[in-house]
T-cell receptor, first 113, second 113 residues
Framework: DVKVTQSSRYLVKRTGEKVFLECVQD?????MFWYRQDPGLGLRLIYF???????EKGDIPEGYSVSREKKERFSLILESASTNQTSMYLC????????????FGPGTRLTVT | KQEVTQIPAALSVPEGENLVLNCSFT??????LQWFRQDPGKGLTSLLL?????REQTSGRLNASLDKSSGRSTLYIAASQPGDSATYLC????????????FGKGTRLHILP
């Protein structure tokens, strides 16, 4: 089975802190994604990566950056956390070419105070 | 622009009933459609993936159908159980090279014991 893990289930940070969210997948998937999920807004794509060191902006990249140095790991970085970045963050991976669909991690509930 | 709609937003049914969840999408040029389940505060679990060339997929008590020409998919749950209570989301992958998917906002299902 595909396994996608995220470094933390719950995280509390202060405004202005630099925050790292880590995601690791164990199935050699090419594609990896970061979403945030907010009540009433659904899932929104922040960034995605289709290969090592490659990244593309999603629908809401402002205030975020990403890093993919190794195929299995995709990191989301909040350079200077703000209260409006309090959210559930979900990481996903896929094999590519839509063969198997996307597989999700358990999510990180981030609270910025 | 592809839009995915799920109606109703919430649904309560007595245990044991068969039920249908609906998903519609505006652009029929899709690569596949995926149904997910999400428990409160958790990540997404993939239930069924239907490729554009398929009409339906089944897994246990779940059956998903796809009518690409009319832009509709349904998720049929037979003999509902309290453990089926969750939010169900559908997502479509567009016919392009990237593997991004567009999510509906989900139907929150409550099975009454």
């Amino acid at each position: 089975d595909v396994k996608v893990t995220q470094s933390s289930r719950y995280l509390v940070k202060r405004t202005g802190e630099k925050v790292f969210l880590e995601c690791v997948q164990d199935m050699d998937h090419e594609n990896m994604f970061w979403y945030r999920q907010d009540p009433g807004l659904g899932l929104r794509l922040i960034y995605f990566s289709y290969d090592v060191k490659m990244k593309e902006k999603g629908d809401i990249p402002e205030g975020y950056s990403v890093s993919r140095e190794k195929k299995e790991r995709f990191s989301l970085i909040l350079e200077s956390a703000s209260t409006n970045q309090t959210s559930m963050y979900l990481c996903a991976s896929s094999l590519g070419a839509g063969i198997q669909g996307q597989y999700f991690g358990p999510g990180t509930r981030l609270t910025v105070t | 622009k592809q839009e995915v709609t799920q109606i109703p937003a919430a649904l309560s049914v007595p245990e044991g009933e068969n039920l249908v969840l609906n998903c519609s999408f505006t652009d029929s040029a899709i690569y596949n459609l995926q149904w997910f389940r999400q428990d409160p505060g958790k990540g997404l679990t993939s239930l069924l993936l239907i490729q554009s060339s398929q009409r339906e997929q089944t897994s246990g008590r779940l059956n998903a159908s796809l009518d690409k020409s009319s832009g509709r998919s349904t998720l049929y749950i037979a003999a509902s159980q309290p453990g089926d209570s969750a939010t169900y989301l559908c997502a479509v992958r567009r016919m392009n090279r990237d593997d991004k998917i567009i999510f509906g906002k989900g139907t929150r299902l409550h099975i009454l014991p």
